[in-house]
DNA sequence: GACGATAGCCCTT
DNA sequence: AAGGGCTATCGTC
């Protein structure tokens, strides 16, 4: 397994990107412990593309494989949402055929690959809903998405 | 069984 | 308008 870091200006945090043939994992982090690479993953280039407002799809394969059916079906479901889009936490579940509004929530919440599985953009039937890594994360993606999502192409 | 990143309804300030 | 209680719903732990 190998990891990068990169720095976010858009909400002033390290992000650690671990990888091996697929994405594992994103995670937020405060500080950068760790020495800078060499060589940056596709994933991490990406990413920093994302937050200049210049990517708005994701190519980086992920492995979510571990993850029970339920959670690998809500979290496939939401990789469809389109950028500066958002869908209700209701919505979701319906379109993955099942009620289990909350359940879907906390599947959510188990969301490995934050911003390639972009999870900020659902949101609650009356409000913003909550997000894992700080619901100031959640509002600052989605503002920096809609600051773009009309800029040129989808 | 209890607990949620829900939702809807029905109160009370 | 905002917040609390109650209930339905269902996948995890």
Redesign the pocket.
């Known amino acids: 397994m190998r990891f990068d870091i990169i720095y976010s200006e858009l909400l002033d945090l390290y992000i650690k990107i671990e990888y091996d043939a697929r994405l594992h994992s994103i995670s937020f982090i405060k500080q950068k412990n760790y020495l800078k690479q060499k060589e940056k993953s596709a994933c991490a280039i990406e990413l920093e593309g994302y937050f200049e407002g210049k990517i708005k799809h994701f190519l980086s394969d992920i492995d979510i494989s571990y993850?029970?059916?339920?959670?690998q079906k809500v979290l496939e479901e939401t990789r469809k949402i389109k950028y500066g889009r958002t869908v209700?936490?209701?919505?979701l579940a319906r379109s993955i055929g099942?009620?289990?509004?909350?359940?879907?929530?906390?599947?959510?919440?188990?969301?490995p690959i934050?911003i390639i599985i972009p999870?900020?953009r659902?949101?609650?039937?009356?409000?913003i809903?909550?997000?894992?890594?700080g619901i100031d994360i959640?509002i600052r993606l989605l503002e920096h998405e809609r600051k773009y999502a009309f800029a040129n192409n989808l």
């Not at 209700?88 to 919505?91: A, I, P």
């Open positions: 993850l029970s059916p339920f959670e209700t936490y209701s919505e099942s009620s289990a509004i909350r359940a879907v929530g906390n599947a959510l919440g188990k969301n934050p999870c900020h659902v949101v609650a039937k009356n409000g809903g909550g997000y894992s890594g959640k």
